[in-house]
């Protein structure tokens, strides 16, 4: 390993495919998807439960390359213009439940009995479902 340059002038190991590998960040760095992917990701899912957020069904995780995150991250087009970036996508379903709201309209000053309704389409989010995690 060299010195690296720039943020905190840390030590740096060159890896096989020519990436540079902070040492700071080795022991969470996911290089072999296999063997890396699923402790970390145990990791994730036992973090989730101490914050009061657990995973009831641990969507599937998904290693895509460098390049497939990047079009991925274009396509969307939520970072424009940011300087900070997430690397990750987390794919998911929204469900939506529509339905009428009717209302009485009444007759007039002093009227009894409704001569008519007024609707209205209301819209409520029925909850997400994640579909995948893709890192």
Known sequence: GGSGGGGGGGEFAELPD????CLDCASTAVIDGQSDA??????VAAFMSTIRLPLRLRPPLHLVSHDTLNDADRVEG??????ART???CLFEEH???TVE???????????LPVGFSERMVERSAGC???????
């Open 87 to 89: 690397r990750g996508l």
């Open 129 to 135: 479902v994640v579909n995948a995690v893709v890192v």
């Open 96 to 98: 939506t439940i529509y």
């Open 78 to 83: 939520w970072h424009a213009g940011r300087t």
């Open 102 to 112: 009717r209302t009485p309209r009444w007759g007039g000053p002093g009227s009894m």
């Open 18 to 21: 020519g990436r540079a590998l």
């Open 38 to 43: 699923p402790p970390l990701y145990d990791d």
